[in-house]
Each structure stands twice: as structure tokens, then as C-alpha cells.
């Protein structure tokens, strides 16, 4: 019986490695697939980069580097952020092709735009 046994505990075990393997996969992949998504850095009241290019379909993502809050105001999305504290961030998924400017609606000389291509 023990012989029986042995064979099935042996492919479970490789099964669970597998099944390790794959998660850790997913893992990688995720960070991969997060870092391909755009991020525009908020620093010294300036946005960057600027314009920042991206594909349809693209979520893209404000970080808040300063140690006063900034906010986004993108009129064209309709989108209005709350003020973002130092490190806070602000995500909007471009849907439809375009040139969208923002500003920053605490400060509105600071000027951004993304450029969405299909
Ligand atoms: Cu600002």
C-alpha cells in the first residue's frame, strides 16, 4: 500500500511546486505589467514627464514627490482629484484616443498633458 502511496504523494508534491512556481510567475508578471502602466512623478511643481505618451486603454498614474499637496484637474475627462499629500497617488484609465491637458488645480500654472494614441 505504502508503494501505492508514495507515487501519488511524490506528483502531489510536484504539483504543489508547480503550483509555486506559478505563482511566483504571476508575481513577476504583475510587477512586469505594473511598471509597462504610466506614472508621471509630481516634483518641484512640475509634472513629469510632460507630454507623457501612451497607448488606448492605459491607466495611468500621478505620484505626489513634493511635501505640499497637488492635486489633477483634467477638464476634457471631466476628472477632478482630491489634493494628494506627499506620496499619495491619482489613477485614470484613458479610454479613448486624444491630447488631454491637466493642470494642477491648487496650482494652475502647472501644466501636464498625455498624449493617448490607438
Ligand atoms: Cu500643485
Redesign the pocket.
Known amino acids: 500500500m505504502d508503494r501505492t502511496l508514495e507515487p501519488g504523494g511524490v506528483a502531489r508534491r510536484q504539483l504543489l511546486r508547480r503550483a509555486l512556481g506559478a505563482s511566483a510567475l504571476v508575481v513577476i508578471l504583475g510587477r512586469v505589467a505594473r511598471a509597462a502602466e504610466a506614472e508621471i512623478v509630481?516634483d518641484n511643481?512640475t509634472f513629469a514627464p510632460t507630454p507623457l505618451t501612451v497607448k488606448v486603454g492605459t491607466t495611468v498614474t500621478w505620484v505626489n514627490h513634493?511635501d505640499?499637496?497637488?492635486?489633477i484637474v483634467c477638464p476634457d475627462l471631466k476628472v477632478k482629484s482630491h489634493p494628494l499629500d506627499t506620496d499619495d497617488v491619482f489613477t485614470c484609465k484613458f479610454e479613448q484616443a486624444g491630447t488631454f491637458e491637466y493642470i494642477?488645480?491648487?496650482?494652475p500654472h502647472?501644466h501636464g498633458q498625455v498624449v493617448v494614441g490607438a
Open positions: 509630481i511643481f513634493d505640499i499637496p497637488h492635486s494642477c488645480g491648487l496650482h502647472m
